[in-house]
């Protein structure tokens, strides 16, 4: 068991006079490498080769206030450039073990694997730590992946196994590390001394700063708010004031695919105390939050239940003046018929600081993962984001909705899909005009299911979707059929003899309904073929 010394039977193990000796671990415990950090500021370091894998090297401890020689009769371009510079010394010879005195470290890097294995060996028997460039069997250290936030900087390795799931990993790293968390550090150092004085123990000073890499003046900080951070400090640590004021952070969690969730959200997510969230966010995403905080679902049901938007309004107020900080994640964007703009008037209105973070709203999540330009040129030109549903069963503007020449994408409008048509093709737009419906988009449930206007209701009825559900409507819908990329687990919406006989039904519907009886064949054949 790594780290648990004198465990296991192979492992030398004694005691004497209080001393406790803990000798070599078995082999296949040992870890590959111990990671250690080490200060080369003015050191002296060699680098065997002077060509652009040793310049890169040269840069790397360069970073680090190393003093840096190369070591090789020819120099190529960047050793020259770097020498010119005065950052380097280029020694114009071939290596010898002499060049090894005062070393603190080497790096073989030249293009000759046996000159390599040579420095290394020498290296070795002169007590200097030698790393040879893609050769680890000879390297006594290697150099870990870095993610860089200066003064905090994480250093990983896989080893020398993986170099591309160590690229994975930095990027993953990069992604979550918070870009001012340098900054943080800086600020904490700073505050160090204060801190100290304030609290007389260890025991305090460490819970101080348990809470405070978690509230909201490490938040401030990260966010770049310096000015306030400092006020609320000086608050906490001089008046002996608490700061703990809380903070709410009203967040959109986009449509449903955990990928397109911002950084800034995942950051609140992670660090929040009370998560207020809608009911259909995916597991997935919930699962961010810490093992502490506390998860309250509010919103709609599937089924249609719902905490009236007043006692999630109210919850969040509450949460808020007890000093918590508090993520109000809903789906989509909280702007965009997510009646964020109520709850962040409730909270100006108390006074109460806040945030918003903007999501991926449906229509943008669906059009994408469904392969719907919402503009295309000389196509649409505008996009308009509206509602089926209104208050107190006012009626869309449809003759605004059914405008030509742009894409509409109309939320919250399952129920009403037969009405909403009936309406757009009575306000103008063709009968033919392609249309989709597009179902828990951007998961592994997303449906696709598309018709032409006058025939869409019937369609999704007869593929069975359930909501949440998004209609567009727009000549660019039928750019669907080629443009179509994203499949998750549901089969397809509509089998395509069933679809076509949808379409037939569809046709025929709309030359009722609107008395184009005679669309000719042809025209109605590749109408057809755009939509499917
Ligand atoms: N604030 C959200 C919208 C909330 S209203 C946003 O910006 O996306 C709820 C409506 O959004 C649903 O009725 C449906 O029309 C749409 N919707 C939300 N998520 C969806 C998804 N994954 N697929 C399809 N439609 C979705």
């Keep these: 068991m790594p780290g648990c010394y004198g465990g296991s039977p192979n492992s030398y193990f004694s005691g004497v006079g209080g001393f406790v000796t803990v000798g070599p671990q078995p082999l296949d415990t040992v870890m590959d490498y111990l990671p250690v950090f080490v200060d080369l500021k003015n050191a002296p370091c060699l680098i065997v080769g002077a060509g652009s894998v040793a310049a890169r090297k040269a840069g790397l401890l360069l970073r680090a206030g190393a003093r840096v020689t190369l070591v090789a009769p020819d120099a190529g371009e960047e050793t020259v450039a770097l020498q010119e510079a005065g950052s380097i010394r280029h020694v114009a010879a071939n290596f010898s073990p002499s060049m090894l005195d005062g070393q603190r470290l080497v790096i073989a890097a030249s293009n000759d694997q046996a000159l390599n294995r040579q420095a290394a060996a020498a290296a070795r028997q002169a007590g200097v730590w030698c790393n040879v460039v893609d050769d680890r069997e000879h390297c006594d250290f290697i150099l870990p992946a870095i993610v860089d936030r200066d003064p905090v900087v994480v250093a990983f390795s896989t080893g020398g196994r993986a170099p591309v799931l160590a690229q994975w990993l930095k990027s993953r790293l990069e992604a979550s590390l918070p870009a001012r968390i340098g900054a943080l550090a800086e600020r904490a150092a700073r505050w160090r001394h204060l801190v100290k004085k304030r609290f007389a123990t260890l025991a305090e000073r460490r819970r101080f700063w348990q809470r405070f890499f978690d509230g909201p003046i490490a938040a401030d900080l990260l966010a770049g708010r310096t000015q306030q951070a400092e006020r609320a400090m000086r608050r906490e640590l001089l008046d002996g004031r608490s700061a703990v004021t809380g903070r709410a952070a009203i967040v959109g969690a986009g449509p449903g695919d955990p990928g397109l969730l911002t950084l800034r959200a995942q950051q609140l997510i992670r660090t929040a105390d009370v998560i207020l969230h809608d009911r259909l966010l995916s597991p997935e995403v919930l699962d961010m939050a810490r093992k502490e905080a506390l998860l309250i679902p509010v919103g709609k049901e599937g089924g249609g239940r719902s905490t009236p938007q007043e006692t999630t309004t109210a919850l969040l107020l509450r949460h808020v003046r007890a000093g918590r900080s508090v993520c109000r994640l809903k789906g989509g964007d909280p702007f965009v018929f997510g009646r964020g703009g109520e709850e962040a008037a409730a909270l100006a ?14 229509a943008l999540g669906c059009a994408a993962y469904a392969g719907i330009p919402l503009t295309l040129r000389g196509v649409s030109a505008s996009v308009t984001l509206a509602t089926a549903s209104l208050q107190d069963d006012d009626e869309p503007d449809w003759a605004v909705l059914a405008r030509p020449g742009q894409t509409l994408a109309l ?77 998750g687990n549901a089969r397809p919406a509509v089998a395509n003899d069933r679809q076509a006989a949808a379409t037939r039904r569809a046709v025929a519907f709309a030359r009722r309904a609107t008395g184009h009886a005679a669309l000719p064949a042809d025209i109605v054949a590749s109408r057809h073929a755009e939509v499917l």
């Design 349 to 362: 209105a108390a006074g109460l600081p806040f945030e918003i973070v903007p999501g991926v709203s449906a």
């Design 411 to 487: 939320y919250m409008s399952l129920h009403r899909l037969q009405q909403s048509a009936r309406e757009l093709i009575r306000h103008g737009l063709r009968p033919l005009t392609p249309a989709a419906v597009v179902a828990s988009g951007t998961t592994m449930e997303q449906q696709v299911v598309t018709a032409p206007l006058a025939g869409i209701a019937k369609a999704v009825a007869e593929a069975g979707v359930s909501s949440p559900a998004i209609l567009f409507v727009g000549d660019t819908v039928a750019e669907a059929q080629r443009l179509h990329w994203f499949t």
